[in-house]
T-cell receptor, first 109, second 116 residues
Framework: KNEVEQSPQNLTAQEGEFITINCSYS?????LHWLQQHPGGGIVSLFM???GKKKHGRLIATINIQEKHSSLHITASHPRDSAVYIC???????????FGTGTRLQVFP | DAGVIQSPRHEVTEMGQEVTLRCKPI?????LFWYRQTMMRGLELLIY????????DSGMPEDRFSAKMPNASFSTLKIQPSEPRDSAVYFC??????????????FGPGTRLTVL
């Protein structure tokens, strides 16, 4: 079993829909990252969380440390949100990231 | 800022050849990470440096892989000899310890390596 699991693996949506991507992990962590990888391959860091909730524009990330679970929400989705979203966790006393396998999102107009 | 710079962007080589991938981190960043991405295994950390010193190389697959960071502005990842199973996209990322968003990693564009 992978230490970081994401669901769903693939997701399609119509423009304007509310999107939720889930990440569960099995190890103790000091932080959790959400990354976005566009079709061209570039990777961008969206959020780093250690507790609670963060919001940036139409993106919201939440984490529940007790349940070892995080969600990434996209409100009013747009075709330009089409990308692979990757969850990664950092353990205690380390700078190493362990990655989930990613969720491929396609938003159609 | 130019961001993290990687070269080459694409590399095609034959099995057995030596391959050298290069990375220039963002100026002032003191951590540098090398990752490999494949369809089968996703993103994996190979090695990371802090202040030019290798901290954790447990992800380096085998002795054919080596990485160096001779100074704060340059790192190399070398594969010798290369094998077809090394075909992947190799990313370099950097970050700065005392950033307000500590440990947000800034990724380079990647090097797509194909070993024939």
């Amino acid at each position: 079993k992978n230490e970081v699991e994401q669901s769903p693996q693939n997701l399609t949506a119509q423009e304007g829909e509310f999107i939720t991507i889930n990440c569960s992990y099995s190890v103790g962590i000091s932080a959790l990252h959400w990354l976005q990888q566009h079709p061209g391959g570039g990777i961008v860091s969206l959020f780093m969380l250690s507790s609670g909730k963060k919001k940036h524009g139409r993106l919201i990330a939440t984490i529940n440390i007790q349940e070892k679970h995080s969600s990434l929400h996209i409100t009013a989705s747009h075709p330009r949100d089409s990308a692979v979203y990757i969850c990664a966790v950092r353990g205690y006393n380390t700078d190493k990231l362990i990655f989930g396998t990613g969720t491929r999102l396609q938003v159609f107009p | 800022d130019a961001g993290v710079i990687q070269s080459p962007r694409h590399e095609v080589t034959e099995m057995g050849q030596e391959v050298t991938l290069r990375c220039k981190p963002i100026s002032g960043h003191d951590y540098l990470f090398w990752y490999r991405q494949t369809m089968m295994r996703g993103l994996e950390l190979l090695i990371y440096f802090n202040n030019n010193v290798p901290i954790d190389d447990s992800g380096m697959p085998e002795d054919r892989f080596s990485a160096k960071m001779p100074n704060a502005s340059f790192s190399t990842l070398k594969i010798q000899p290369s094998e077809p199973r090394d075909s992947a996209v190799y990313f370099c990322a950097s970050t700065k310890w005392d950033s307000p968003i500590y440990n947000e990693q800034f990724f380079g564009p990647g090097t797509r390596l194909t070993v024939l």
